[in-house]
């Protein structure tokens, strides 16, 4: 994948580790910037949109932490992933 300009659902899929229709999903949305080429329609992301997106959503997250500040309440519990 190195130096491809562009990516597959599932290249994406798997750069996320999420599945390839949540990837999708997140194409169809809107909230991934995708294109659509060739007689079948499949979906080819740049690796720049990627990048992107990745920085949004460690913006969106930084975001939510500072609006929701962690609270200990003394409790070892796992965090949802």
């Known amino acids: 994948m190195a130096g491809t300009r562009f990516?597959?659902?599932?290249?994406?899929?798997e750069v996320l580790n999420i599945s390839a229709s949540?990837?999708?999903?997140?194409?169809?949305?809107?909230?991934?910037?995708?294109?659509?080429i060739g007689g079948r329609g499949q979906w080819r992301v740049e690796r720049?949109?990627?990048?992107?997106y990745i920085a949004?959503?460690?913006?969106?997250?930084?975001?939510?932490?500072a609006e929701h500040p962690f609270v200990?309440?003394?409790?070892?519990?796992?965090p949802a992933e």
């Open 7 to 13: 990516l597959t659902l599932n290249d994406v899929a």
């Open 22 to 36: 949540q990837t999708y999903a997140l194409v169809r949305s809107g909230e991934l910037t995708a294109i659509k």
């Open 48 to 52: 720049d949109q990627l990048e992107s």
């Open 56 to 65: 949004r959503m460690y913006d969106q997250t930084k975001l939510f932490v």
């Open 72 to 78: 200990d309440s003394g409790e070892s519990s796992q």
